[in-house]
């Protein structure tokens, strides 16, 4: 014979490393799949809440001029207004550029309905009322949604750490999203 090595293709040692190798290319092509499924999820859900957020800050002017007729003042909604310009001008890309936005309009928001409470013939005021329950509604659904998209982070994130318990999901990089 002439020095040939006789191998046999199913000896149980291949046979299992076969299964092995199997079983983790399966295990990361699924956790890929369900990374970019989560993904598509998070990022529908960042626009919603910037599209909530956007309609929550288009009615503050509306609001500030409503107010302005019942002050002596004018001069006091000028940082409201400012922060209303900054919320349309500025390019918010995704959800992180919002957060601090929102955070200021809110407070600004928190003291026009501190300074309202000390008027009050600007409750008799039917555009008053319903801009004020309008941009409460959407405040309200901003803060749903800003936790149910935390959830979702918190889900991501997660899943990026079963990811990464296999060598082959170390060597397919994925960011991980902040939770606030």
Do not use: C
């Not at 910037?50 to 002050?71: D, H, Q, R």
């Not at 207004?81 to 890309?93: R, T, V």
């Amino acid at each position: 014979m002439s020095g040939v090595i006789k191998i046999n293709i199913m000896s149980p040692f291949i046979i299992v490393l076969l299964l092995i190798v199997w079983v983790i290319v399966i295990f990361n092509i699924t956790m890929i799949v369900l990374i970019k499924i989560a993904i598509k999820k998070i990022n529908a859900e960042e626009a919603n809440i910037i599209e909530t957020f956007f309609s929550k800050v288009n009615k503050i002017p509306a609001l500030v001029e409503i107010m302005k007729k019942y002050t002596n003042h004018p001069d006091i909604f000028e940082d409201i207004l400012y922060l209303h310009k900054l919320g349309i001008i500025y390019s918010i890309k995704n959800i992180y550029d919002m957060l601090e936005l929102n955070s200021r309009t809110h407070r600004e928001f928190q003291f026009l309905m501190k300074l309202s409470a000390k008027i009050p013939e600007l409750h008799r005021d039917g555009n008053f009322l319903y801009i004020r329950n309008y941009v409460i509604f959407y405040e309200n659904n901003l803060e749903k949604n800003i936790n149910s998209i935390n959830n979702n982070f918190a889900g991501y994130n997660r899943l990026l750490k079963i990811k990464n318990l296999s060598i082959l999901g170390l060597l397919i990089p994925y960011q991980e999203k902040m939770v606030f």
